[in-house]
């Protein structure tokens, strides 16, 4: 079954230390996004990508990387992470054209203490 | 600047009742609205889309009502379900484009 995984699922991690959330579709999808989630500001986009070596800014990159090494693989990376960044994650897929339906991954919680 | 509002931030109905949930927008280049459905601990899923060609769509007992000229849409859940327990998430995306804006969401609760 088409699914979008990510791992962990829970990750605490102190200020300055370095963060890699992981992501994984088997949906064969050439889009895949990272969004943070917040109370009262609902779902956020940080980076996304169209394909195996593509990465893009969202509309709040600031503080994020992204790595896209294969279809299937995408990483979201805290290089120096910041409280500011203890969130809720989400990664999606979705078909490379308009009105595409998005899937998402369970999230990862992050702490950043 | 909010692109895509929704109110209630929180709503409670009865069994049986009619929820409604409220969406705006701001961008007159929106034409695809999804709204989707999260329960808690798990990702969003798509419920149900409209277009801005159409003025109302029907699945089940979800219904999206839309206005163009006033930049508004709801979504109304009919025969309300504790199942249906859920936040819900209003989405919109300009003509042609695979970017979604999502609204900060409703949680609703339906008391048995």
């Known amino acids: 079954e088409a699914a979008v995984t990510q791992s962990p699922r829970n990750k605490v991690a102190v200020t300055g230390g370095k963060v890699t959330l992981s992501c994984n579709q088997t949906n064969n999808h050439n889009n895949m996004y990272w969004y943070r989630q917040d109370t009262g500001h609902g779902l956020r986009l940080i980076h996304y990508?169209?394909?195996?070596?593509?990465?893009e800014k969202g509309d709040i990159p600031d503080g994020y990387k992204a790595s896209r090494p294969s279809q299937e693989n995408f990483s979201l990376i805290l290089e120096l992470a910041t409280p500011s960044q203890t969130s809720v994650y989400f990664c999606?897929?979705?078909?490379?054209?308009?009105?595409?339906?998005?899937?998402f991954g369970p999230g990862t919680r992050l702490t950043v203490l | 600047q909010q692109q895509v509002r929704q109110s209630p931030q929180s709503l409670t109905v009865w069994e049986g009742e009619t929820a409604i949930l409220n969406c705006s927008y701001e961008n007159s280049a929106f034409d695809y609205f999804p709204w989707y459905q999260q329960f808690p601990g798990e990702g969003p899923a798509l419920l149900i889309s409209?277009?801005?060609?159409?003025d109302k769509k029907e699945d089940g007992r979800f219904t999206i009502f839309f206005n163009k000229r006033e930049k508004k849409l709801s979504l109304h859940i009919a025969d309300s379900q504790p199942g249906d327990s859920a936040t819900y998430f209003c989405a919109a995306s300009p003509s042609g484009s695979w970017q979604l804006i999502f609204g900060s969401g409703t949680q609703l609760t339906v008391m048995p």
């Open positions: 409209i277009l801005s060609v159409s």
């Open positions: 999606a897929s979705g078909e490379d054209r308009g009105y595409a339906e998005q899937f």
């Open positions: 990508s169209y394909g195996a070596g593509s990465t």
